[in-house]
């Protein structure tokens, strides 16, 4: 009987040892610019209420992080869920694989949403999924949210592609 509660008490210690914490990152490219402001335009009316959407659609998610690049048009994406959130909104210059593992470990077993650009997000996507899987979006396509579940950058995600 001892040794069976021994084998018992090892099996649990070695699931828990073996047991891998995942990590969602929401990615998540910003809305409908407008044509006008240069470098740094605002949204779009129509980005506005995409961005008001996309707060709704993860209205019951927990969210751990909020991240954005520097520009008023992925800012203003995610500010609002942010706001909803209680959190406040990080900006972000570039997100490499040693950024991605630095959120991994730091927000671990949370949910983080990453706004970017046609061209990052799918980078920020191939990069946690350790491979080319998904290029550039199209500079009218606003519709894109990629959700990624990892253990480890590079390895062994799972993604989910939605559109809002």
Request: glycine share 6%; net charge positive.
């Amino acid at each position: 009987m001892k040794k069976l509660v021994l084998i018992y008490v090892l099996l649990i210690a070695a699931q828990i040892c073996y047991a891998q914490t995942i990590t969602t990152f929401i990615l998540v490219r910003h809305a409908e610019k407008a044509t006008e402001g240069g470098s740094d335009p605002e949204l779009k009316p129509e980005g506005v209420k995409r961005a008001e959407s996309l707060t709704a659609l993860f209205e019951k998610t927990d969210v751990t992080a909020v991240y954005s690049t520097d520009f008023k048009r992925t800012r203003n994406t995610v500010a609002p869920l942010a706001a909803a959130k209680g959190l406040t909104l990080n900006t972000y210059s570039s997100m490499k694989t040693a950024d991605l593992e630095k959120l991994l470990t730091a927000y671990a077993g949370g949910t983080i949403v990453i706004s970017g650009h046609s061209n990052t997000i799918p980078d920020i996507a191939n990069a946690l999924l350790g491979e080319k899987k998904f290029a550039q979006f199209a500079d009218a396509d606003y519709g894109n949210i990629l959700i990624i579940s990892v253990t480890t950058v590079g390895k062994d995600a799972k993604v989910v592609w939605l559109r809002y």
